[in-house]
């Protein structure tokens, strides 16, 4: 295992069988517990999720196949690794458990030295396919959101907004004279001021639905579920203000001040009517407008 403990969560009506799996995972493992099926995608929908799940077939109420079909419904727990562990060794109840999505079945009684081993085994597979997701939907120069990662949360939190009836509103801001501070300073430099820009920018992202992303080049965008104008507005004059702060010396002869970013607000309500690129038009627009006002500023407005 890594140095941090994996976080295993046991499925089990039985106590016994729970003090049976908590002695043989602890102290390598943080061992959470549930005995029913709702508590048990409570626990692993929580803000802490497990790393593997270790979960029983029978189970009053909700058995452990209608659980694990729920959790590889959810977006939110689809990804965590889930263990059989049941007396029911047939061969359908095992091919039925991996076909709905568990990664093992393991029937009882088993061998606690191998059952150590497939916990390993599958907890560091997890790791390593986060490690991997995480570098896909990260911009490897400002270690902010990349687009892909931003196009995928505004595809979710368009529909959710759909649903909700609640706003969305994209901040879009742009790197004023970029393309004369490469010129001046050189890419090296060129890259710093993106990297000093972006983190700058993600202080002033407070929420944690909230989503700061490098859109391309020097252009940022900001994603933000359920606020208002109003709200929305205020974030964007702490991006601004953070960035001036910065005072980062531009000192092209076109230029000769400091670094500043042009932004633009839209906030709209999602509707059938329309496709998420709405957002992305409206928070454009405005962009231009910041631009052809004379930059360094921000224009908001709601949809048209």
């Known amino acids: 295992m890594t140095d941090d403990k994996p976080r295993v969560l046991i499925v089990d009506d039985e106590r016994s069988n729970i003090s049976l799996l908590g002695n043989l995972l602890q102290p390598d ?5 549930a005995t029913d099926g709702e508590s048990a995608l409570r626990r692993a929908a929580a803000a802490a999720r497990p790393d593997l799940i270790l979960l029983d077939v029978m189970m009053p109420g ?6 694990c079909k729920q959790l590889k419904d959810s977006d939110a727990t689809r990804d965590i690794p889930v263990i059989f562990i049941t007396a029911m060794g047939e061969e359908d109840d095992e091919a039925l458990g991996l076909r709905i999505g568990a990664v093992d079945y393991v029937t009882k009684p088993f061998s606690p030295a191998i059952l150590k081993m497939r916990i390993r085994t599958h907890v560091e597979l997890k790791r390593l396919r986060d490690h991997w997701q995480r570098l896909s939907t990260v911009d490897a120069l400002t270690q902010i959101a990349n687009r892909r990662c931003f196009d995928e949360a505004l595809d979710t939190a368009w529909r959710s907004a759909m ?5 969305l509103a994209l901040i879009m ?4 004279h970029f393309k004369a501070y490469n010129d001046h300073h050189g890419h090296a430099a060129g890259d710093d001021c993106l990297r000093r820009v972006a983190q700058a920018l993600r202080q002033e ?3 944690a639905g909230d989503l700061l992303a490098r859109f391309g080049g020097e252009e940022f965008a900001c994603l933000m579920t359920d606020v208002d104008l109003h709200g929305a507005e205020t974030v964007a004059k702490r991006m601004c203000g953070a960035v001036t702060e910065l005072a980062l010396p531009h000192q092209h002869p076109a230029v000769q001040g400091t670094v500043s970013i042009s932004m633009g607000l839209a906030v709209l309500v999602p509707n059938s009517a329309q496709s998420p690129t709405e957002l992305i038009i409206q928070a454009d627009r405005r962009l231009y407008d910041a631009k052809r006002g004379g930059r360094n ?8």
């Open 29 to 33: 493992c943080e061992v959470v517990v």
């Open 163 to 167: 649903r909700q009836n609640q706003p």
């Open 205 to 207: 992202v407070k929420r």
């Open 173 to 176: 801001a742009d790197v004023d």
């Open 62 to 67: 909700m058995d452990g196949y209608q659980v």
């Open 297 to 304: 500023r921000l224009c908001v407005g709601s949809a048209e």
